[in-house]
């Protein structure tokens, strides 16, 4: 298979990301879109990360130059023809047998970065040979610390460069669907689940032929796996931080960060960069909205300290809202696991290429030729009090580009 066969999207049917959850939906057993699909609790902060979003409103300009426009964009030393890339999920080939396969095909031929989660359904080594420099690597502190050192070691000796330090599941919350589902690792496949994967043969043959996805990276000599999807993850602390910032020569980010106070301990602690994140609102319901925090951290750390942002992040306009509001940089879940889940690599292409239209006609509408221009000054008006009114730095930075 050619380079070119590996991102082509042609007769793709996704036209946004709602598109690839509808399309996802009906391909995949009720099990397996619910797993992918809900959150914490009633799901309300899932709901309030994208309604958020929504009150969020850009001011267009006109007669600018913006016949050509440019997405390349450097984070943490990194160059990337995209500001966006593929957010950490574990048992990503749930969705899609070959899903990570498709992901890193995606992420080196768009050069964008995709985060290998710990819970992946593909290992630490094979997601380093398939998509390079591109892939990153997510570490859970689940069981015993020994066991995630273990795999920090195998992400160096691959050559990953960026280590992602997950921070906000010190316990997985209740996901009151897959409680109703049944759903657990490894399957336990009981009449319901047999009805409803047989009503979904095109799933069910595609993973029949691939192979049961499971949890590679905590496989035994053995063969059987150490991987307890319910136990803590609360060996993530301030201690295992400062071992983990003295062990790790290479780039380390923190995930799942919601607090100004903690930004700035994180900042201290010697940390790369801060990933902002309320989990997609898979961790607590009564969480406030990622994009409400993110300028407070913004302001906490400074103008000029690196941040990644997702959650509740669904199509180009939010990319560039989420970069005015202070992100370096996006990433994106949930939509490219309903692209897999859609029309397997195709739809992943699709998507990549979706949103890399979308971001850029956002560019064109907004007065802006270039992805670094993007700044508070293109911020309409925000309908809440969730965002502190003027945020120093940001107020200066729209100050500057008047």
């Known amino acids: 298979m050619s380079p070119a066969d590996d991102l082509s999207s042609k007769g793709s049917r996704i036209f946004s990301t709602e598109d690839a959850m509808r399309l996802a939906k009906r391909r995949q057993p009720k099990l397996v879109h619910d797993f992918i699909e809900g959150a914490a609790g009633r799901e309300v902060a899932c709901a309030r990360n994208c309604a958020r979003f929504d009150e969020i409103t850009l001011q267009p300009r006109v007669m600018a130059d913006v016949a050509e426009r440019n997405l390349s964009t450097s984070f943490l030393e990194q160059a990337f023809d995209r500001p966006f890339g593929i957010a950490p999920m574990g048992m990503c080939n749930l969705a899609w047998p070959n899903a990570d396969l498709a992901f890193a095909r995606a992420a080196r031929g768009f050069n964008i970065p995709v985060c290998l989660s710990t819970a992946a359904s593909s290992s630490i080594e094979e997601m380093r040979e398939w998509a390079g420099d591109n892939a990153w690597f997510q570490l859970y502190v689940g069981g015993p610390v020994e066991q995630a050192l273990e ?20 316990q997985v919350s209740r996901r009151v669907r897959d409680l109703r589902n049944g759903f657990q690792m490894p399957f336990r496949i009981g009449p319901r689940q047999f009805w409803d994967f047989a009503t979904h043969p095109r799933w069910a043959w595609a993973s029949l032929q691939a192979g049961a996805p499971e949890p590679k990276n905590f496989k035994t000599a053995g063969g059987g ?3 307890d999807r319910g136990a803590s993850r609360a060996g993530a602390d301030w201690g295992f931080l400062d071992r983990l910032r003295g062990i790790w020569k290479g780039k380390l980010i923190i995930k799942g960060v919601t607090s100004a106070a903690d930004a700035q301990r994180i900042k201290q602690a010697g940390a790369d960069a801060i990933y902002v994140s309320n989990h997609g609102g898979r961790q607590l319901d009564s969480a406030p909205a990622a994009i409400d925090i993110l300028p407070r951290i913004r302001s906490a750390v400074g103008a000029d300290y690196p941040l990644i942002f997702d959650s509740g992040v669904r199509n180009g306009e939010d990319i560039i809202k989420a970069l005015a509001l202070g992100a370096d940089f996006v990433m994106l879940g949930r939509p490219f696991l309903h692209a897999a889940g ?8 699709a998507l990549v290429r979706l949103l890399t239209e979308e971001t850029s ?9 270039d992805i670094g221009k993007v700044s508070a000054a293109m911020l309409a008006h925000r309908h809440t009090d969730a965002w502190p009114d003027p945020i120093p730095a940001l107020a200066a930075a729209a100050a500057n580009d008047c």
Do not use: H, W
Not at 361 to 369: D, E, R, S
């Open 151 to 170: 795999m920090v070691e195998r992400a160096r000796k691959a050559g990953y460069q960026n280590l992602l330090l997950t921070v906000d599941v010190p």
């Open 225 to 227: 796996s150490r991987f």
């Open 361 to 369: 006609i956002v560019l064109a509408q907004t007065g802006q030729n």
């Open 342 to 349: 859609a029309e397997g690599a195709r739809g992943v292409n």
